[in-house]
């Protein structure tokens, strides 16, 4: 273990990414404790997951179903059956029941339909399952935007949903920055969506946002998870 070099990687990035976290925890004022770090492990094998556990970094999150399936298995072959899965990829109606088997916050829900396949997916797994309402900030990528999310006119219909789903519960919001945003602006409408929300449903508090190159930004206007994989993991081969 002493000489493992992608595990002495993997704590030198960590090192970095909470110095990151510190220092715009200072400069809002805001404590640590407030703030939930999620390494986004998506390409990587479960061995990395097993070195950020060392590392103190217990919750996890996936983008896609099949991969996130077989890496929660292996990870609970590996002795870490005490980790959080975050699903924070766009999720097919027809892989609702897989997720809901095995994640702990679902981040990426963004359509009533969806509410209602994980709802079922849940009640098959005997299992109260959190979620995210996510939201789409972006105007410019509404059609074909790759992105997912709700429009700001579909939230509180979504959140309405996963509210009133008896196997689901509404956890708050997500969003992820549009590309070639202004992102502190961006997080700022998040930031207005999640407290709209709050005020019908106190217990939505969770606010998902912020990832490698804008996690300043979230933490500046109210993030408690962040979601970074690269400034943790390193590069990854774009997705095909
Ligand atoms: C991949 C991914 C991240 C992490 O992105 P990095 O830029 O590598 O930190 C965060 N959120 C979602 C939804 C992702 O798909």
């Known amino acids: 273990m002493g000489d493992d ?3 002495a990687e993997l704590a030198a990035n960590l090192a970095v990414v909470e110095d990151r976290i510190a220092a715009a925890c200072r400069a809002s004022d805001r404590a640590r404790s ?22 103190g970094v217990l919750d996890v999150a996936e983008n896609r179903d099949q991969e996130a399936a077989a890496k929660v298995d292996e990870c609970a072959r590996l002795g870490l059956g005490h980790l959080r899965w975050h699903f924070v990829g766009q999720v097919q109606t027809n892989k609702a029941r897989s997720i809901a088997s095995y994640a702990h916050l679902v981040h990426s829900v963004d ?16 299992r109260q399952l959190p979620c995210l309402a996510q939201v789409d900030l972006g105007v410019q990528h509404r059609n074909g ?9 579909e939230v509180a219909g979504v959140a309405a949903h996963l509210d009133a789903a ?5 956890a708050g919001v997500m969003a992820v920055a549009p590309r070639q945003s202004d992102s502190h602006e961006a997080f700022s409408r998040l930031a207005t969506v999640a407290g709209e929300l709050r005020r019908t449903y106190p217990d939505a508090v969770v606010v ?20 970074v994989g690269s400034a943790l993991l390193g590069w990854r081969p774009p997705l095909g």
């Open 145 to 153: 935007g790759d992105r997912g999310g709700a429009g700001l006119d």
């Open 5 to 7: 070099p992608r595990r």
């Open 208 to 227: 998902s946002a912020g990832m490698s190159g804008d996690l300043e930004a979230a933490v500046r206007n109210g993030a408690t998870h962040l979601r």
């Open 111 to 126: 359509r009533e339909r969806l509410v209602t396949a994980l709802d079922r997916g849940a009640a098959a797994a005997a």
């Open 34 to 55: 407030e703030i939930t770090l999620i390494a986004v492990t998506k390409t990587f094998p479960a061995a990395d997951v097993r070195r950020l556990a060392d590392l």
């Open 166 to 170: 008896e196997n689901l519960l509404l």
